[in-house]
């Protein structure tokens, strides 16, 4: 494909030669071919070093490049439009359900549904229409699947898991098994017990949520833990069960909940962040790569780090206390030295 082409494509301005572009690719690792992009100025000399045929860059980009550019208002948005003219198609699932599938009877199948092979639907389940669910797959007595929700190879829904329409459940997610749950003692004899507290909830998932691979999340042990729609969950996510997530957020890699969290509308839970159990974070809060927050989060500051979780500017404070107090010594050094 040509640049003027492309440019065109994705109604941007095509500055400098109209060469042939035949993939995407990073700044660092592009070659000649490739199409790359920026968005943000302290990148500069990545993208003076690429030796990418074309970059996408933005309206008021002025550090220059080494190659063509197409400006366009969002750069990063514009790459993941044209990475799609370039990949090559997703397999596509033909309708049916394949032979060794073990799907019973009373399963309800709507239209257009595609079931791989050694899958296993037990009685009352039902798929909606549109619906791909991959080989290796365990639905549980009684589980729905909303139409065009696709389930890749390995997945475990439980029994009653309710997952909405057009999500999308990677490999390797379990969804509605056991939460922790369990309670410790004493008997009078002096001897310590510990029992299983029965978790007789369920999971729900909301429409559009895409879920990791190798994520889990528990059932309630009452009532549902609950995933709102338009939620994107990375993979090794954990969600304990009675979670209640409202919907439009996104929960990064390792990052944990424990029990009966709620969760806002628009909120971003960074990567192996920690959550304590039977709090609530306000809508649009932020908690930031490994922070540990031991309660509730009602909105006033809406980016928190460190553990336990603090606002960003007491975080920085606190952090740059130690530099500061060594440049203040080094400070009265130099000036006794003078005063002598």
């Given at each position: ?8 494509f ?17 700044l ?7 199409l790359s992009?920026c ?9 003076q070093?690429?030796?990418?045929s ?23 948005r ?9 990949a ?8 049916g359900?394949?032979p060794?599938a073990?799907?019973?009877?009373s399963?309800?199948i709507?239209?257009g ?9 037990e ?10 669910v991959?080989?290796?797959v ?28 057009e ?18 003692g ?7 017990y ?7 909830g ?6 559009g ?7 889990t ?25 009675n ?9 990064i890699?390792?990052?944990?909940i424990?029990?009966s ?10 990567a ?13 809060v ?11 989060l ?41 005063l002598?």
């Amino acid at each position: 494909m040509k640049a003027s082409e492309l440019a065109a494509f994705l109604g941007g301005t095509l500055e400098g030669d109209d060469v042939d572009i035949i993939a995407c690719a990073g700044l660092e690792e592009a070659r000649s071919g490739d199409l790359s992009f920026c968005k943000d100025p302290k990148h500069v000399k990545l993208v003076q070093g690429t030796k990418a045929s074309t970059v996408l860059l933005p309206h008021d980009w002025d550090k220059g490049a080494p190659c063509p550019i197409i400006r366009v208002q969002d750069p990063n948005r514009a790459c993941m439009a044209a990475a799609k003219l370039f990949a090559p198609p997703e397999p596509v699932r033909a309708p049916g359900v394949h032979p060794s599938a073990v799907v019973d009877p009373s399963v309800k199948i709507g239209e257009g549904v595609h079931v791989g092979p050694l899958t296993v639907i037990e009685k009352g389940a039902e798929i909606g229409d549109g619906a791909v669910v991959d080989a290796q797959v365990f639905i549980g007595e009684g589980c729905k699947i909303g139409a065009k929700t696709h389930i890749y190879p390995q997945v475990t829904l439980r029994e009653g898991t309710i997952v909405g329409r057009e999500c999308i459940i990677h490999c390797g997610v379990r969804l509605g098994g056991d939460g922790y749950g369990f309670n410790n003692g004493r008997r009078e004899d002096g001897s310590v017990y510990i029992e299983k507290i029965p978790q007789l909830g369920i999971v729900e998932i909301g429409d559009g949520v895409e879920i990791g691979s190798n994520t889990t999340i528990d059932r309630a042990r009452i009532g549902r833990t609950y995933i709102g729609p338009m939620t994107k969950i990375d993979n090794l996510v954990q969600v304990g069960h009675n979670v209640k997530v409202k919907g439009y957020s996104g929960l990064i890699a390792q990052s944990g909940i424990a029990g009966s969290t709620e969760i806002g509308y628009g909120c971003l839970i960074w990567a192996q962040a920690g959550i304590s159990g039977h709090i609530k974070i306000a809508d649009g809060v932020q908690v930031g790569p490994q922070a540990g927050v031991p309660q509730s989060l009602d909105g006033s500051v809406k980016y928190v780090l460190g553990t336990p979780a603090e606002s960003m500017r007491d975080f920085g404070a606190r952090t740059l206390l130690p530099r500061m107090f060594s440049k203040l010594k080094s400070d009265v050094k130099e000036i006794k030295q003078k005063l002598r």
